[in-house]
């Protein structure tokens, strides 16, 4: 739907958006909303001018194309490639790469995790969010940034930030404490950290912008707080994060919360594709950087469990398979057509 690129033309020659500064960006998406004359209403600009051709969409927009790779995937590259480097350097010098701490599935033994994309588990999820984050932070590739994401003008504690603190990149424990912290106090669900970073990476593409030391904490904030409105049907208000992190007050809350939407322009769908996609690779992120899945050897009520779920969708498939029998098939729906077995005399 209003794709303006033929098939005539390569994705090679695709012409390219011009790079702006977020506060233009952010001037922009202020002045679009103005009213145009006096007897008008506020003008909104129509989705179809603001689409773009997929083959743009697909290499800027990750966070809206199931197809797109993800950015911080790629962020990660080259670090696994060094690690794995180094492995086999040291597979080679005979160096003992110690303890294995993977579990493997055997004749007697199979393993299995609880961790699906429907119910992931909070704490590994957590731990490959913030893992995200700071290759994020660390391969980033400039210090674009806004000044309602800037620590230091809107501190979250009363505590002084050390001289280096916006040229020292945070280690991944210490993003780890602080959006488990979160978490913990607003019981936050394992979906929201994926649909949080889901915003995160699309804040960064829609606004041209860079998660560095200085506003990582809050850019993440903000997220959380879109994604814990947008996700659970019980919502965390403003004030509760007020709570939470004490020296911030409610109206810079509201503030950063009204930015965050605008430079989002309001796009806060993310469809089941993207969320699947999301969550496949950060189990990609996980394996590549040994950040193993909590595994459970399968016993006798795991197994009654999952032969269950079997029954039931096994269930759902025939009624669907029956029903649709009853009906006239079309070319589209061929599904259940059942075809009965030649007779020869």
């Known amino acids: 739907m209003g794709n303006t690129v033929t098939c005539c033309i390569s994705p090679e020659s695709s012409p390219k958006l011009p790079s702006r500064q977020p506060a233009e960006r952010l001037e922009e998406l202020e002045t679009s909303t103005e009213v145009s004359d006096d007897n008008t209403l506020p003008y909104l600009q129509h989705i179809s001018d603001r689409e773009v051709p997929d083959e743009l969409a697909f290499e800027s927009n990750p966070s809206d194309h199931a197809r797109a790779s993800t950015i ?14 180094s492995n086999h350097i040291n597979h080679i010098s005979h160096v003992s790469p110690g303890q294995l701490s993977k579990k493997y599935s055997s004749c007697s033994t199979i393993f299995i995790d609880d961790n699906t994309v429907s119910q992931p588990n909070l704490k590994s999820t957590i731990k ?9 932070i660390k391969n980033r ?18 505590e002084p930030l050390p001289g280096d603190y916006s040229r020292v990149d945070p280690e991944h424990k210490v993003i780890y404490r602080f959006v488990r912290m979160l978490f913990s106090a607003a019981q936050l669900t394992a979906e929201c950290a994926i649909v949080t970073l889901v915003y995160l990476e699309r804040l960064l593409t829609y606004a041209e912008l860079d998660i560095c030391p200085c506003n990582w904490k809050r850019i993440v904030l903000g997220a959380i707080l879109l994604a814990s409105k947008v996700w659970d049907d019980q919502a965390v208000w403003n004030v509760d994060y007020c709570q939470i992190l004490k020296e911030i ?12 939407l605008e430079l989002l322009q309001f796009n806060i769908n993310v469809p089941a594709s993207v969320y699947a996609k999301y969550y496949f690779d950060l189990r990609q992120l996980a394996d590549d950087n040994n950040l193993s899945f909590p595994l459970e050897p399968l016993d006798n009520q795991r197994a009654k469990k999952l032969e269950a779920i079997s029954r039931l969708c096994e269930d759902k498939y025939k009624d669907l398979c029956k029903a649709s029998m009853r009906r006239s098939c079309s070319a589209d729906n061929l599904i259940g057509v059942r075809h009965t077995n030649a007779v020869l005399s």
């Open 249 to 260: 007050t409610v109206e810079d809350m509201n503030e950063m919360e009204r930015q965050f």
């Open 141 to 158: 590739d400039s210090d674009r940034s806004l000044d309602i994401f800037d620590e230091e003008l809107h501190p979250l504690s009363k």
């Open 128 to 136: 490959c969010v913030t893992l995200a984050i700071y290759y994020h």
């Open 72 to 85: 911080f995937l790629y962020k990660s590259q080259t670090d696994v490639r060094d690690k794995r480097k």
